[in-house]
Protein backbone atom coordinates (compact mmCIF):
# COMPACT_ATOMS: atom_id res chain seq x y z
CA UNK A 1 0.00 0.00 0.00
CA UNK A 2 1.25 3.38 -0.76
CA UNK A 3 3.49 4.85 1.61
CA UNK A 4 2.41 1.88 4.15
CA UNK A 5 4.80 -0.80 2.77
CA UNK A 6 5.82 -2.53 5.91
CA UNK A 7 9.25 -2.37 7.67
CA UNK A 8 10.41 -5.10 9.66
CA UNK A 9 11.82 -3.71 12.77
CA UNK A 10 14.57 -5.88 14.97
CA UNK A 11 12.86 -9.50 14.05
CA UNK A 12 12.97 -11.30 16.99
CA UNK A 13 12.80 -15.09 17.00
CA UNK A 14 10.86 -16.21 19.78
CA UNK A 15 8.60 -19.83 18.89
CA UNK A 16 7.03 -21.54 22.10
CA UNK A 17 8.18 -18.01 24.18
CA UNK A 18 4.11 -17.77 24.78
CA UNK A 19 1.47 -20.32 25.59
CA UNK A 20 -1.68 -20.50 24.28
CA UNK A 21 -3.93 -22.78 25.28
CA UNK A 22 -3.73 -26.32 23.86
CA UNK A 23 -1.12 -26.34 21.15
CA UNK A 24 -3.36 -28.80 19.38
CA UNK A 25 -6.22 -27.10 17.61
CA UNK A 26 -8.69 -25.29 19.57
CA UNK A 27 -11.87 -24.91 17.13
CA UNK A 28 -12.20 -25.22 13.39
CA UNK A 29 -13.66 -23.32 10.62
CA UNK A 30 -17.67 -22.97 11.35
CA UNK A 31 -19.78 -25.30 10.10
CA UNK A 32 -22.28 -24.89 6.75
CA UNK A 33 -25.60 -24.49 7.82
CA UNK A 34 -27.69 -27.94 7.89
CA UNK A 35 -28.61 -29.86 4.69
CA UNK A 36 -32.11 -30.31 3.96
CA UNK A 37 -31.34 -34.10 4.63
CA UNK A 38 -30.70 -33.13 8.35
CA UNK A 39 -33.84 -31.80 8.66
CA UNK A 40 -35.67 -35.55 8.08
CA UNK A 41 -32.66 -37.00 10.18
CA UNK A 42 -34.42 -37.14 13.13
CA UNK A 43 -38.20 -38.45 11.53
CA UNK A 44 -35.60 -41.48 9.70
CA UNK A 45 -33.55 -42.39 12.97
CA UNK A 46 -36.90 -42.54 14.82
CA UNK A 47 -38.17 -45.40 12.25
CA UNK A 48 -34.77 -46.74 12.80
CA UNK A 49 -35.78 -47.19 16.04
CA UNK A 50 -38.49 -50.49 15.84
CA UNK A 51 -38.19 -52.81 18.51
CA UNK A 52 -36.30 -55.62 16.33
CA UNK A 53 -37.81 -57.83 18.89
CA UNK A 54 -41.13 -58.70 16.78
CA UNK A 55 -38.68 -60.78 14.88
CA UNK A 56 -37.58 -63.19 17.14
CA UNK A 57 -35.96 -65.40 14.69
CA UNK A 58 -34.41 -62.33 12.85
CA UNK A 59 -30.90 -61.10 14.33
CA UNK A 60 -32.22 -57.84 15.78
CA UNK A 61 -28.57 -56.03 13.84
CA UNK A 62 -29.68 -57.10 10.53
CA UNK A 63 -33.62 -56.08 10.74
CA UNK A 64 -32.56 -52.74 11.59
CA UNK A 65 -29.98 -52.44 8.84
CA UNK A 66 -32.75 -53.48 6.72
CA UNK A 67 -35.06 -51.21 7.64
CA UNK A 68 -32.55 -48.29 7.89
CA UNK A 69 -31.36 -48.77 4.04
CA UNK A 70 -35.12 -48.75 2.94
CA UNK A 71 -36.00 -45.67 5.30
CA UNK A 72 -32.95 -44.00 3.83
CA UNK A 73 -33.90 -45.51 0.28
CA UNK A 74 -37.44 -43.97 0.21
CA UNK A 75 -36.50 -40.73 1.57
CA UNK A 76 -33.34 -40.14 -0.75
CA UNK A 77 -35.77 -40.64 -3.37
CA UNK A 78 -38.90 -39.06 -2.77
CA UNK A 79 -37.73 -36.48 -0.94
CA UNK A 80 -34.05 -35.24 -1.47
CA UNK A 81 -33.58 -35.79 -4.71
CA UNK A 82 -36.54 -34.03 -6.02
CA UNK A 83 -35.83 -31.25 -3.06
CA UNK A 84 -32.63 -30.59 -4.54
CA UNK A 85 -33.01 -30.88 -8.16
CA UNK A 86 -36.18 -28.22 -8.19
CA UNK A 87 -34.04 -26.01 -5.59
CA UNK A 88 -31.79 -24.17 -7.65
CA UNK A 89 -34.16 -23.46 -10.45
CA UNK A 90 -36.93 -22.15 -7.74
CA UNK A 91 -34.76 -20.59 -4.54
CA UNK A 92 -30.91 -20.31 -6.90
CA UNK A 93 -27.94 -19.78 -4.46
CA UNK A 94 -29.71 -18.43 -2.14
CA UNK A 95 -31.79 -21.41 -0.76
CA UNK A 96 -31.58 -21.71 3.18
CA UNK A 97 -29.14 -24.71 4.07
CA UNK A 98 -27.41 -24.71 0.46
CA UNK A 99 -24.17 -22.78 1.61
CA UNK A 100 -21.35 -25.10 1.36
CA UNK A 101 -18.22 -25.28 3.42
CA UNK A 102 -15.05 -25.39 1.83
CA UNK A 103 -11.80 -26.32 3.96
CA UNK A 104 -8.14 -27.47 3.37
CA UNK A 105 -9.18 -31.11 3.66
CA UNK A 106 -12.20 -30.72 1.56
CA UNK A 107 -12.13 -32.99 -1.83
CA UNK A 108 -14.79 -30.99 -3.99
CA UNK A 109 -12.98 -27.85 -4.27
CA UNK A 110 -14.62 -25.30 -7.00
CA UNK A 111 -12.22 -23.93 -9.89
CA UNK A 112 -13.02 -20.55 -8.33
CA UNK A 113 -14.61 -18.84 -5.64
CA UNK A 114 -16.41 -15.77 -5.84
CA UNK A 115 -15.81 -13.14 -2.68
CA UNK A 116 -17.88 -9.82 -2.52
CA UNK A 117 -15.86 -6.25 -2.03
CA UNK A 118 -16.44 -2.90 -1.93
CA UNK A 119 -14.54 0.25 -2.04
CA UNK A 120 -14.52 2.46 1.44
CA UNK A 121 -13.52 6.10 0.92
CA UNK A 122 -13.11 6.01 -3.18
CA UNK A 123 -9.68 3.96 -3.05
CA UNK A 124 -9.50 1.24 -0.25
CA UNK A 125 -11.12 -1.82 -1.71
CA UNK A 126 -12.35 -4.00 1.30
CA UNK A 127 -14.03 -7.39 2.15
CA UNK A 128 -15.65 -9.38 5.26
CA UNK A 129 -13.15 -12.45 6.74
CA UNK A 130 -13.70 -14.41 9.29
CA UNK A 131 -10.09 -15.46 11.65
CA UNK A 132 -10.55 -18.41 13.79
CA UNK A 133 -14.20 -18.85 13.18
CA UNK A 134 -14.71 -15.80 14.94
CA UNK A 135 -17.35 -12.69 13.82
CA UNK A 136 -16.81 -11.15 10.53
CA UNK A 137 -14.34 -8.26 10.08
CA UNK A 138 -13.17 -6.09 7.14
CA UNK A 139 -9.76 -5.75 6.02
CA UNK A 140 -8.24 -3.67 3.27
CA UNK A 141 -7.68 -6.10 0.22
CA UNK A 142 -3.66 -4.74 -0.32
CA UNK A 143 -1.67 -5.53 -3.07
CA UNK A 144 1.50 -3.76 -1.43
CA UNK A 145 1.90 -6.05 1.54
CA UNK A 146 1.83 -9.63 2.61
CA UNK A 147 0.51 -11.14 5.28
CA UNK A 148 -2.69 -10.55 7.07
CA UNK A 149 -2.45 -7.73 10.00
CA UNK A 150 -5.30 -6.97 12.45
CA UNK A 151 -5.62 -6.33 15.71
CA UNK A 152 -5.42 -9.20 18.58
CA UNK A 153 -9.42 -8.54 20.05
CA UNK A 154 -11.14 -9.59 16.28
CA UNK A 155 -9.15 -13.11 16.62
CA UNK A 156 -11.02 -15.75 17.66
CA UNK A 157 -9.58 -17.28 21.01
CA UNK A 158 -10.65 -20.52 20.34
CA UNK A 159 -9.53 -20.73 16.72
CA UNK A 160 -5.94 -20.33 17.55
CA UNK A 161 -4.17 -23.71 16.36
CA UNK A 162 -0.97 -23.40 17.90
CA UNK A 163 1.83 -22.09 19.77
CA UNK A 164 2.71 -17.81 18.50
CA UNK A 165 5.76 -18.71 16.10
CA UNK A 166 7.29 -15.30 16.71
CA UNK A 167 7.09 -11.79 17.92
CA UNK A 168 8.31 -8.73 15.54
CA UNK A 169 7.56 -4.80 14.97
CA UNK A 170 6.18 -3.56 11.35
CA UNK A 171 5.60 -0.25 10.33
CA UNK A 172 2.98 1.55 7.95
CA UNK A 173 4.58 4.45 5.72
CA UNK A 174 6.40 5.64 8.43
CA UNK A 175 3.42 6.77 10.07
CA UNK A 176 2.12 3.69 12.23
CA UNK A 177 4.52 1.26 14.46
CA UNK A 178 3.14 -1.86 15.79
CA UNK A 179 3.94 -4.88 17.57
CA UNK A 180 2.69 -8.31 16.80
CA UNK A 181 2.75 -11.82 16.90
CA UNK A 182 2.57 -14.28 14.32
CA UNK A 183 -0.25 -16.76 15.42
CA UNK A 184 -1.16 -19.96 13.30
CA UNK A 185 -5.18 -19.86 12.73
CA UNK A 186 -7.46 -20.20 10.39
CA UNK A 187 -9.24 -17.31 7.73
CA UNK A 188 -12.49 -17.63 6.38
CA UNK A 189 -14.07 -15.84 2.90
CA UNK A 190 -17.73 -16.13 2.53
CA UNK A 191 -18.88 -16.09 -1.36
CA UNK A 192 -21.77 -14.34 -3.00
CA UNK A 193 -24.03 -17.48 -2.29
CA UNK A 194 -22.88 -17.81 1.73
CA UNK A 195 -20.60 -20.45 0.60
CA UNK A 196 -17.24 -20.39 2.37
CA UNK A 197 -13.57 -21.01 2.13
CA UNK A 198 -11.46 -21.50 4.47
CA UNK A 199 -7.79 -21.25 4.64
CA UNK A 200 -5.03 -22.68 7.29
CA UNK A 201 -2.51 -19.92 7.51
CA UNK A 202 -0.91 -17.32 9.94
CA UNK A 203 -2.01 -14.26 11.42
CA UNK A 204 -0.36 -11.31 12.53
CA UNK A 205 -2.23 -10.25 15.80
CA UNK A 206 -1.66 -6.96 16.91
CA UNK A 207 -1.00 -6.25 20.44
CA UNK A 208 -0.63 -2.60 20.60
CA UNK A 209 0.31 0.22 18.07
CA UNK A 210 1.55 3.77 18.30
CA UNK A 211 2.57 6.76 15.96
CA UNK A 212 6.26 6.29 14.45
CA UNK A 213 6.58 9.77 15.11
CA UNK A 214 5.31 10.11 18.95
CA UNK A 215 2.75 12.67 17.75
CA UNK A 216 -0.19 12.78 20.17
CA UNK A 217 -2.75 13.16 17.41
CA UNK A 218 -0.95 10.64 15.21
CA UNK A 219 -2.85 7.21 14.52
CA UNK A 220 -2.95 4.75 17.40
CA UNK A 221 -4.55 2.10 15.46
CA UNK A 222 -4.56 -0.01 12.40
CA UNK A 223 -8.66 1.25 12.07
CA UNK A 224 -7.33 5.27 12.62
CA UNK A 225 -4.41 4.87 10.64
CA UNK A 226 -7.15 3.80 7.09
CA UNK A 227 -9.12 6.52 8.54
CA UNK A 228 -11.86 3.95 9.56
CA UNK A 229 -12.59 2.24 6.77
CA UNK A 230 -11.39 -1.23 8.16
CA UNK A 231 -9.73 -3.17 11.08
CA UNK A 232 -7.04 -4.80 9.24
CA UNK A 233 -4.87 -4.86 6.43
CA UNK A 234 -5.22 -8.16 4.12
CA UNK A 235 -1.31 -7.93 2.11
CA UNK A 236 -1.72 -10.38 -0.80
CA UNK A 237 1.43 -9.58 -2.62
CA UNK A 238 4.18 -12.48 -3.03
CA UNK A 239 6.86 -10.20 -3.26
CA UNK A 240 6.10 -7.20 -0.89
CA UNK A 241 8.33 -6.54 1.86
CA UNK A 242 6.36 -7.41 4.99
CA UNK A 243 5.09 -8.01 7.36
CA UNK A 244 5.31 -12.14 6.69
CA UNK A 245 5.49 -13.03 2.93
CA UNK A 246 6.15 -17.17 3.92
CA UNK A 247 2.17 -16.78 4.90
CA UNK A 248 -0.38 -15.05 2.69
CA UNK A 249 -3.79 -16.16 3.50
CA UNK A 250 -4.91 -16.22 -0.33
CA UNK A 251 -2.01 -18.23 -1.16
CA UNK A 252 -2.83 -20.74 2.06
CA UNK A 253 -6.01 -21.85 -0.04
CA UNK A 254 -6.47 -25.14 -0.55
CA UNK A 255 -6.34 -26.59 -4.40
CA UNK A 256 -5.55 -24.32 -7.16
CA UNK A 257 -8.06 -21.80 -5.51
CA UNK A 258 -4.60 -20.53 -3.56
CA UNK A 259 -3.05 -20.47 -7.52
CA UNK A 260 -3.98 -16.48 -7.55
CA UNK A 261 -6.80 -13.99 -7.22
CA UNK A 262 -8.26 -11.84 -8.98
CA UNK A 263 -9.21 -8.01 -8.10
CA UNK A 264 -12.74 -6.89 -9.69
CA UNK A 265 -12.61 -3.33 -8.23
CA UNK A 266 -15.26 -2.40 -11.16
CA UNK A 267 -17.17 -5.49 -10.39
CA UNK A 268 -17.02 -5.76 -6.97
CA UNK A 269 -15.73 -9.31 -6.47
CA UNK A 270 -12.37 -10.73 -5.45
CA UNK A 271 -11.81 -14.58 -7.47
CA UNK A 272 -9.40 -16.83 -6.42
CA UNK A 273 -7.99 -19.67 -8.39
CA UNK A 274 -6.42 -19.05 -11.95
CA UNK A 275 -6.78 -16.26 -13.88
CA UNK A 276 -10.35 -16.18 -15.14
CA UNK A 277 -9.44 -13.50 -18.10
CA UNK A 278 -6.94 -14.33 -20.95
CA UNK A 279 -5.16 -11.47 -23.16
CA UNK A 280 -4.03 -9.46 -20.34
CA UNK A 281 -0.74 -7.73 -19.96
CA UNK A 282 1.31 -9.36 -17.93
CA UNK A 283 3.58 -7.71 -15.57
CA UNK A 284 6.71 -10.11 -14.52
CA UNK A 285 6.72 -9.12 -9.92
CA UNK A 286 3.75 -8.30 -8.16
CA UNK A 287 3.75 -5.66 -6.60
CA UNK A 288 7.14 -4.63 -7.17
CA UNK A 289 8.04 -4.80 -10.92
CA UNK A 290 11.36 -6.49 -11.90
CA UNK A 291 13.20 -4.91 -14.00
CA UNK A 292 12.51 -6.17 -16.95
CA UNK A 293 8.85 -4.94 -16.96
CA UNK A 294 9.33 -1.60 -15.35
CA UNK A 295 6.51 0.62 -16.08
CA UNK A 296 6.52 4.49 -18.03
CA UNK A 297 4.94 7.27 -17.13
CA UNK A 298 3.72 10.21 -18.89
CA UNK A 299 2.96 13.83 -17.94
CA UNK A 300 0.69 15.86 -20.08
CA UNK A 301 1.38 14.01 -22.98
CA UNK A 302 5.63 14.35 -22.57
CA UNK A 303 7.62 11.47 -23.84
CA UNK A 304 7.57 8.70 -21.11
CA UNK A 305 9.67 7.98 -18.37
CA UNK A 306 11.10 4.74 -17.29
CA UNK A 307 10.13 4.13 -13.80
CA UNK A 308 10.63 0.97 -11.12
CA UNK A 309 6.89 0.41 -9.47
CA UNK A 310 5.22 -0.77 -7.12
CA UNK A 311 1.84 -2.08 -8.33
CA UNK A 312 -1.07 -0.93 -5.33
CA UNK A 313 -4.45 -2.01 -4.84
CA UNK A 314 -4.03 0.03 -1.33
CA UNK A 315 -2.15 2.78 -2.10
CA UNK A 316 -4.60 5.27 -1.91
CA UNK A 317 -3.12 7.83 -4.19
CA UNK A 318 0.10 6.59 -5.08
CA UNK A 319 3.44 8.44 -5.73
CA UNK A 320 5.27 9.87 -7.96
CA UNK A 321 9.07 10.89 -8.42
CA UNK A 322 10.63 13.82 -9.62
CA UNK A 323 12.16 12.25 -12.03
CA UNK A 324 9.41 11.70 -13.79
CA UNK A 325 8.70 15.21 -14.20
CA UNK A 326 11.31 15.97 -16.32
CA UNK A 327 10.80 17.93 -19.76
CA UNK A 328 7.17 18.58 -18.85
CA UNK A 329 6.88 21.52 -16.84
CA UNK A 330 4.96 20.75 -14.23
CA UNK A 331 5.88 21.87 -10.84
CA UNK A 332 4.88 20.38 -7.78
CA UNK A 333 3.36 22.30 -4.55
CA UNK A 334 3.84 21.00 -1.55
CA UNK A 335 4.62 17.36 -2.98
CA UNK A 336 1.29 17.68 -5.50
CA UNK A 337 0.46 18.12 -8.34
CA UNK A 338 -1.27 21.34 -10.04
CA UNK A 339 -4.89 20.09 -10.98
CA UNK A 340 -5.47 19.46 -14.88
CA UNK A 341 -2.44 17.52 -14.92
CA UNK A 342 -2.62 14.41 -16.98
CA UNK A 343 -0.97 10.98 -16.07
CA UNK A 344 -0.95 8.50 -18.31
CA UNK A 345 1.03 5.02 -17.14
CA UNK A 346 2.57 2.30 -19.49
CA UNK A 347 3.66 -1.11 -19.76
CA UNK A 348 7.55 -1.48 -20.64
CA UNK A 349 6.44 -2.33 -24.22
CA UNK A 350 4.26 0.98 -24.66
CA UNK A 351 0.92 -0.61 -23.63
CA UNK A 352 -1.85 1.61 -22.44
CA UNK A 353 -2.65 1.08 -18.60
CA UNK A 354 -4.12 3.55 -17.19
CA UNK A 355 -4.32 7.10 -17.10
CA UNK A 356 -6.53 10.49 -14.98
CA UNK A 357 -6.20 14.04 -15.08
CA UNK A 358 -5.81 15.46 -11.60
CA UNK A 359 -8.97 17.55 -10.11
CA UNK A 360 -10.90 16.95 -13.06
CA UNK A 361 -12.84 14.03 -13.37
CA UNK A 362 -16.17 12.89 -11.20
CA UNK A 363 -15.43 11.77 -8.00
CA UNK A 364 -12.10 13.06 -5.44
CA UNK A 365 -9.31 13.02 -7.86
CA UNK A 366 -6.14 14.16 -5.83
CA UNK A 367 -2.64 14.50 -6.94
CA UNK A 368 -0.20 11.30 -6.59
CA UNK A 369 2.87 12.54 -3.81
CA UNK A 370 5.65 13.60 -5.40
CA UNK A 371 8.89 12.33 -3.90
CA UNK A 372 12.53 13.15 -4.11
CA UNK A 373 13.62 9.80 -5.26
CA UNK A 374 12.70 6.04 -5.31
CA UNK A 375 10.05 4.87 -7.42
CA UNK A 376 6.52 5.01 -8.74
CA UNK A 377 3.25 3.92 -6.41
CA UNK A 378 0.02 3.55 -8.80
CA UNK A 379 -2.12 4.06 -6.12
CA UNK A 380 -5.55 2.46 -6.60
CA UNK A 381 -5.99 4.30 -9.72
CA UNK A 382 -5.22 1.14 -11.43
CA UNK A 383 -7.45 -1.02 -9.91
CA UNK A 384 -10.16 1.79 -10.23
CA UNK A 385 -9.99 1.32 -13.61
CA UNK A 386 -10.07 -2.63 -14.93
CA UNK A 387 -9.48 -6.28 -13.46
CA UNK A 388 -6.39 -6.83 -12.22
CA UNK A 389 -5.03 -10.95 -11.29
CA UNK A 390 -2.06 -11.34 -8.97
CA UNK A 391 -0.40 -14.26 -9.79
CA UNK A 392 1.51 -16.54 -7.04
CA UNK A 393 3.77 -18.28 -9.80
CA UNK A 394 6.96 -17.91 -9.74
CA UNK A 395 7.13 -18.32 -6.47
CA UNK A 396 8.31 -15.27 -3.84
CA UNK A 397 7.59 -12.97 -7.42
CA UNK A 398 4.82 -13.85 -8.48
CA UNK A 399 3.00 -12.09 -11.56
CA UNK A 400 0.58 -8.77 -12.37
CA UNK A 401 -1.80 -9.69 -14.88
CA UNK A 402 -3.97 -6.37 -16.13
CA UNK A 403 -7.16 -6.80 -18.08
CA UNK A 404 -7.92 -9.13 -20.77
CA UNK A 405 -11.13 -10.62 -21.57
CA UNK A 406 -12.96 -13.71 -20.32
CA UNK A 407 -12.48 -17.60 -20.64
CA UNK A 408 -14.95 -18.99 -23.12
CA UNK A 409 -16.63 -22.29 -21.47
Aim: aromatic content about 8%; charged content about 10%.
Amino acid sequence: MSGRRHRLVGAVSAVGAFLVVGAAPLATAPAANADWDDLFAPFVDAFSMVDPGIAADTDPGSALASLDTLLNGWYQDLIYTPIHSIAPWVFGDALPGSAVAYGPDSTNLPDSFTVPMHVNLNTQPVINISVGGGAQTEVLVDTGAAGLVMPIWNINPFGITGLPTGFNIGQFGGALNYFYMELPTTVTFTGENGDTLTADTTVDAVLFAFPANFSPFGPWSIESYLAGSSTGILGIGPNALGPTPDHIPTADLPGTLGNGVLIDQPGGKLIFGDNPLEGGTVIQGAPWTLPTSDLKVSINGEAPTTVRAVIDSGGVYGTLPTSALAGSGVTPVNGQLPSGTTIEVFAKDGTPLYSYTVGTQTGEVRSPTVISSGGMNTGNWLFAQQPVYISYTPDGVGKTIIGGTPIEP
